[in-house]
Nanobody, 116 residues
Framework: QVQLVESGGGLVQAGGSLRLSCAAS????????MGWYRQFPGKQRELVAS???????NYLDSVKGRFTISRDNDKNTVYLQMNNLKPEDTAVYYC??????????WGQGTQVTVFF
């Protein structure tokens, strides 16, 4: 059974930082690239950052230089360090495999709200 549990979101002032965590079930974590996605109200989820099983990373242009994705293979956990947050980063953040499967299962996500 696929399990994804995101945490670490919150309310932060622009310019601040948050660190998101995602605990994933071993069945998906050990063999897949993992990513952080975000969803704005009324929009589809977009891939923000990804990290391969060998720690190769990719980022959405708008977050390059501000966000850092990492993974701890021993803990089946993927992290997203978010610095210099902007109001336009406000969204619900989810983790999942990359690329997504045909019928992806999602966790509850974690809300990030950035205010001026």
């Amino acid at each position: 059974q696929v399990q994804l549990v995101e945490s670490g979101g919150g309310l932060v002032q622009a310019g601040g930082s948050l660190r998101l965590s995602c605990a994933a079930s071993t069945s998906i974590f050990s063999v897949n690239a993992m990513g952080w996605y975000r969803q704005f109200p009324g929009k589809q989820r977009e891939l923000v950052a990804s990290i391969s099983s060998l720690a190769r990373t990719n980022y959405l242009d708008s977050v390059k230089g501000r966000f850092t994705i990492s993974r701890d293979n021993d803990k089946n956990t993927v992290y997203l360090q978010m610095n210099n947050l902007k109001p336009e980063d406000t969204a619900v953040y989810y983790c999942n495999i990359v690329p997504l499967g045909a019928d992806p299962k999602w966790g509850q996500g974690t809300q990030v709200t950035v205010f001026f």
